[in-house]
Nanobody
Framework: QVQLVESGGGTVQPGGSLRLSCAATGVVFRIYRTGWFRQAPGKQRELVAVLSSDGNTNYTDSVKGRFTISRDDAKNTVSLQMDSLKPEDTGVYYC?????????????WGQGTQVSVSS
């Protein structure tokens, strides 16, 4: 059974930092494309950062230079280091693991972790 579990969310002041982690059972992250998505209140879920199986990264423009996605193959975890946080970064952050084409059934999500940036 596949399970992705996020941790590390919380409330932080603008300019602060948080580190999100995603631990997996039933999948091996290093062969999947992994990513972090977020959903703000009243908005659609959006891609924040993605890490390919061969180590390439990509970020949405609004977080470039502030967020870093990484993978620990020994621990089978994926992390998102978030620095210089802004109020517009507020939302529920979801971990995703995907293998194959766009319609592949091998697409898994965590339950989400809340990030709130507020003074």
């Amino acid at each position: 059974q596949v399970q992705l579990v996020e941790s590390g969310g919380g409330t932080v002041q603008p300019g602060g930092s948080l580190r999100l982690s995603c631990a997996a059972t039933g999948v091996v992250f290093r062969i999947y494309r992994t990513g972090w998505f977020r959903q703000a209140p009243g908005k659609q879920r959006e891609l924040v950062a993605v890490l390919s199986s061969d180590g390439n990264t990509n970020y949405t423009d609004s977080v470039k230079g502030r967020f870093t996605i990484s993978r620990d193959d020994a621990k089978n975890t994926v992390s998102l280091q978030m620095d210089s946080l802004k109020p517009e970064d507020t939302g529920v952050y979801y971990c995703n693991a995907h293998f194959g084409g766009p319609y592949s059934p091998y697409d898994y999500w965590g339950q989400g972790t809340q990030v709130s940036v507020s003074s």
